[in-house]
């Protein structure tokens, strides 16, 4: 397995396709017209591509171009599968499944949750492919990365290879009963909250089941998380006792954004600013 220096994430892009290139050039990991600039280094996207924003499908064209040209030049871009990427495919799969969801179909729950209307005329069947091929979780050295604060990656293994095995087959499958169960689990976050008992034992818990150190999420908005204002989210929020880290920006809410670089474990002591935004 290729040893890469460097670790970089970046949370929920929701088709806010100027904040991801610009974030991108700031952090010198690609130009705008998706050519890796990162050398050797991994980025990791937390999911949650599309919906809300204006242009989830460029996000998506992005990103997978970066894929390609990255493994070119001998660095990695991954992703994960977020909750809103899976509503797209379901609004596109299955429009009038009946679901438990506010708009008892799969299409009028997308909507409910922020599905672009212009993101589902312009998916192909490249993009349905790739978003179906994405894992739920992956272990990057002492990192665990999932996309969402939340212990329900355990009703479908209890190994990363197991969940992205059930995962993947749930993602090629056509029983849209399954399908809805999956996204009636995106209401679940706060999970490894210190402020909740249990949260960071249970952090600790999925830590040891999955592998890792530490675990690296999107979904939940920081300021949700830590209390702070918007405008002073610049960078990642690293709470349950050091063992959780959130990247979640808000960028559909206005959020600048930003790309966290995961330094190595030994080296990320945290000061209490780090700690609380």
């Known amino acids: 397995m290729q040893d890469y220096p460097s670790l970089f994430v970046m949370g929920d892009i929701h088709g806010y396709f100027d904040v991801l290139v610009r974030q991108l050039r700031y952090a010198g990991l690609a130009t705008s017209d998706a050519r890796w600039t990162g050398g050797k280094s991994q980025l990791w996207f937390m999911g949650d591509f599309t919906d809300r924003g204006p242009d989830g499908v460029g996000v998506i064209d992005f990103v997978m171009r970066l894929q390609a040209d990255a493994a070119r030049q001998g660095g990695q871009v991954g992703a994960l599968l977020g909750n809103h990427d899976v509503a797209l495919l379901t609004a596109r799969l299955f429009p009038h499944a009946p679901t438990d969801g506010p708009g008892g179909a799969f299409y009028a729950d997308w909507r409910e949750y922020g599905g672009t209307v212009s993101d589902i005329e312009r998916l192909e069947n490249k ?3 790739w978003l179906r091929r994405l894992p739920a979780m992956a272990l990057v050295g002492d990192r665990l990365l999932m996309h969402a604060d939340a212990p329900y990656y355990l009703y479908y293994g209890e190994t990363l290879e197991a969940v992205n ?3 993947s087959d749930l993602m090629h499958s056509g029983e849209t009963d399954e399908w809805n169960e999956l996204l009636g689990f995106s209401g679940e976050r706060y999970a490894f909250d210190d402020r909740k008992p249990g949260g960071v034992m249970l952090a600790a818990q999925m830590l040891a089941i999955f592998g890792g150190k530490q675990i690296i999420h999107g979904h939940t908005p920081i300021p949700l998380l830590s209390g702070a204002p918007l405008e002073r989210v ?13 990247v979640d920006g808000w960028i559909c809410k206005g959020g600048a954004g930003f790309v966290y670089q995961a330094l190595p474990i030994e080296s990320n002591t945290l000061a209490p600013a780090d700690a609380r935004l």
């Open 127 to 129: 993009h349905i492919d």
């Open 165 to 167: 095995a059930a995962i």
């Open 234 to 246: 610049t960078r990642a929020f690293i709470y349950a006792e050091g063992l959780a880290t959130d």
